[in-house]
């Protein structure tokens, strides 16, 4: 097929899942065209089938705010028309389905009937879609896309719940590449990190305030009153300055790393022992599945998506959103006990594997298939 895949252009959350499902679909053969305002961060090579359009918006002194929106529409119309796309594929609701629809609209007059996906992927529901806003654009986008995902069970339900939808939403969960997400041999990063055998506790995020960052430090400084150990906090985003302070309030900074954005966050991973996610709200928990594909267990809340892909006591540990005394209890458990570890580790890869991209890349293609089929039966 020729898919039209369109996303933001960042690091981690809907951006990388997109940006991973075109790379899949490109190496089994399908044409894929990325529309995005910047060339995704993990679109990192040369690949005969995919392509990738910039939208760029007009600089005007009338513009306050820049019309991407329009832009990106009239993007949309130009590659669907140029490169004779099968069916767009919109990831992340605002604005990316309202601006799918405006295209489509304008390409049915032109005689074309262009089939749109539209994956739901977490905040875009849950926090930002909801608000007045935006809720009356995204529950219309919604109704009228020819095809609606989410990431997880839970995110479906969200929808639901927050938006006046009168139709079906498939759930196809996000998942994982082990040719690049897999334990690798890299004890000398280990060594360098933690000299003397400490534990390594790890947390990546975007830094926003729905990711509870404080509490992993807080949980951290409780495990390092326990044992040695480290703790690597990697990404970053607006929260950053506040964590480093709450590192000096509570004593901790000689044993805590912020290593910034990373981008073979693999290898990092494959040297850790515990990977903490705290967040307020989590559609899935993607970076939570990158860390069990390394083979390393996850300390969470059970926020949202993320009991179904965290298994309480066999992949890791779950507590309420903001009680840092389970979280912590629950972590020095499991990092004082090296058989459990390792249990541990071992069941986590098996729960990754079930989210393997080879399977779930056909889920895509079949639902891809389903939706131009069905429009082509109603026509
Ligand atoms: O808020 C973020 O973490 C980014 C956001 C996004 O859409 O860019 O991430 C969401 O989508 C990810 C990929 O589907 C999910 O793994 C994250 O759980 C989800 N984040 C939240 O729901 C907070």
């Not at 007009?58 to 004779?84: C, G, N, R, W």
């Not at 082990?178 to 060594?191: A, C, N």
Request: proline residues 4%; hydrophobic residues 40%; aromatic residues 8%.
């Amino acid at each position: 097929m020729n898919i039209g895949i369109v996303c933001y252009p960042t690091f981690g959350g809907s951006g990388v899942v997109a940006t991973e499902l075109g790379k899949g679909l490109a190496q089994r053969g399908h044409k894929v065209h990325f529309i995005s305002y910047s060339q995704p961060v993990r679109l990192d090579y040369f690949s005969e089938n995919i392509f990738f359009h910039e939208v760029s918006v007009l600089k005007y002194p009338l513009f306050e705010h820049e019309p991407y929106e329009t832009a990106l529409a009239s993007k949309m119309v130009d590659i669907v028309k140029s490169d004779q796309l099968d069916l767009l594929h919109v990831h992340y609701a605002i604005p990316h389905a309202s601006a799918a629809m405006l295209a489509k609209m304008i390409l049915k007059e032109q005689g074309i009937d262009i089939p749109v996906i539209t994956t739901l992927h977490g905040t875009d529901i849950t926090l930002v879609g909801r608000e007045a806003t935006f809720e009356p654009v995204v529950s219309w986008s919604i109704n009228h896309s020819d095809g609606v995902t989410a990431v997880s069970e839970s995110l479906k339900q969200d929808t639901y719940a927050n938006f006046h939808i009168k139709r079906d939403i498939r759930v196809i969960p996000n998942f994982i590449d082990f040719t690049r997400f897999s334990k690798k041999p890299k004890e000398h990063f280990k060594k360098a990190i933690a000299p003397n055998g400490e534990r390594i506790l790890v947390h990546t995020s975007n830094f926003r305030k729905v990711k509870r960052v404080e509490d992993v430090i807080r949980v951290f400084a409780r495990v390092a009153e326990a044992m040695p150990a480290r703790l690597l906090l990697i990404g970053d985003g607006p929260e950053r300055s506040h964590m480093e302070k709450i590192c000096r309030e509570l004593n901790t900074c000689d044993k805590v790393t912020f290593l910034g954005k990373q981008e073979a966050i693999e290898e990092i991973l494959s040297v850790c022992d515990l990977f903490i996610m705290p967040s307020e709200s989590e559609s899935f928990g993607l970076a939570a599945l990158e860390a069990m594909a390394c083979e390393v267990p996850v300390l969470s809340s059970n926020a949202g998506g993320i009991p179904e892909v965290n298994i309480h006591g066999e992949t890791g540990f779950m507590s309420n959103v903001g009680d840092v005394e389970d979280m912590a209890h629950h972590a020095i458990t499991l990092l004082s006990d090296d058989d459990m570890l390792l249990r541990f580790r071992k069941q986590a890869l098996a729960q990754a594997q079930r989210f393997d991209l080879e399977k779930v890349i056909v889920e895509y293609t079949d639902f891809y298939e389903e939706t131009v089929l069905r429009k082509k039966v109603l026509v």
